[in-house]
């Protein structure tokens, strides 16, 4: 056994990338200049462009936070009776179904990425059916082009839930040009963030402008109000805040992928501990996140146990998505929320563990993590 002693301070499962406070105040004096503090100000303007040139999409628009602009995809796109999507993701995916009277309809996951499984989709299809909400889980892409066919031969409209996924790539093709309309997250936690903010990618103009229409309550003019619309809109401060971010997110996918190798090496041969790396050459990944699954007969050990003793060495790790959304209150009455219509999901769901990466972890914290783990196998 290794004798190592809990860390003095606590190790996250990630830290924000923050720019320079000097940096940022500077920047600040731009917008107390121009007395804009929101409705599309010159900040908003200047980072949807950058963000379409980043993302390599021909439409973006910027939200107040990622669950609002799934919110009004689901409206953008005329969505009704039943949508297809995964019960392996964050409550928000189903959450906004059900805020537009839609039923979520459960589909099991692929064993490998642990993505809604494209097989199994046509075989929920019903007359209800209106749509396909698949997650990049991870960041790993779903099976884009199985999940267009379904939906083309049906006539469904395909939302992607790509909140895990900034400046992921499929063949050099931004992974937000992929279905009708993708949602990105920029929450704190996330690899680009804007302290909470959000955005939605199209291909088509008139998805855009109809869109900007709905995020602004639905307001063209002074004078004309042409839909019930919301308040979805990012302001000037988020903005600044994402433009001054993104000049450091090139370096910290570096740091990531740095870090991720490091586990992998470190905990390469650990029986019952399997690092998922899910690339493949025509994936340009953006090391999100490090995720491990426990297989506890091979461990020794159960994920919940793993998790329970790296918090007594103050590492702080996340079962994500424990549990499955299907097993919400909200959800669990539903008859595709039956645990038997998903053993793939539920039992991942026990498996998975998220642990710390972020630019600044270091890597002696990392092997002492990695020691850990080791020298919990029983």
């Known amino acids: 056994m290794n004798n190592i002693e809990p860390f003095e301070d606590p190790i996250y499962v990630t830290q924000p990338i923050l720019p320079k406070l000097e940096n940022l105040v500077e920047k600040l004096k731009e917008v107390w200049g121009s007395k804009r503090l929101t409705n599309n100000g ?39 009776g039943e949508v297809i999507t995964t019960p392996f993701t964050f409550a928000a995916t189903p959450h906004v179904l059900t805020w537009n009277n ?3 309809i459960f589909c099991d996951i692929d064993p490998v990425t642990m993505n809604i499984d494209a097989d199994k989709i046509e075989s929920m299809i019903t007359p209800q059916t209106t749509g396909i909400l698949a997650v990049h889980v991870y960041g ?7 999940i267009q066919e379904i939906a083309n031969r049906y006539g469904l409209k395909v939302v ?16 937000g040009t992929f279905g009708d309309v993708s949602m990105f997250s920029f929450h704190a936690t996330k690899l ?20 900007d229409l709905l995020k602004n309550f639905g307001i063209k003019n002074e004078e004309e109000v042409m839909m019930p619309g919301i308040n979805g809109k990012m302001n000037e401060l988020q903005a600044l805040l ?66 329970t003793e790296l918090k007594k060495y103050n590492v702080h790790t996340r ?15 539903l008859f595709s929320s039956i645990p038997a219509n998903l053993p793939i999901a539920d039992k991942v769901s026990t498996e998975v563990l998220c642990l710390p990466i972020y630019g600044e972890l270091n890597g002696y914290v990392i092997q002492n993590i990695c020691n850990i783990i080791s020298d919990l196998k029983q």
């Open 140 to 146: 790993t892409p779903c099976d884009v082009k199985k």
């Open 160 to 175: 992607y839930d790509a909140a895990h996924a900034f400046g992921v790539e499929i063949d050099g093709k931004g992974i």
């Open 319 to 333: 079962k994500y998505f424990y549990p499955l959304c299907s097993s919400f209150a909200c959800y669990k009455h």
């Open 242 to 307: 994402g433009l001054e971010v993104l000049g450091l997110v090139e370096e910290e996918k570096k740091k990531r992928r740095n870090i991720f190798l490091a586990y992998s090496n470190y905990l390469n041969g650990i029986e019952g501990i399997k690092i998922c790396n899910n690339n493949s050459e025509d994936v340009n990944h953006n090391y999100q996140y490090v995720v491990i699954r426990v297989n506890e007969k091979e461990y020794g050990v159960s994920r919940d146990y793993l998790y």
């Open 42 to 80: 010159p900040q908003h303007k200047r980072l949807e462009e950058r963000l379409c040139d980043i993302l390599k999409v021909p439409y973006l628009s910027l939200f107040n936070n990622g669950t609002i602009a799934l919110i009004v995809a689901c409206q953008s796109l005329r969505l009704t």
């Open 102 to 104: 839609i039923s979520p």
């Open 192 to 211: 680009f963030h804007t302290a909470e903010g959000g955005a939605l990618t199209f291909n088509d103009k008139n998805m855009k402008d109809r869109v």
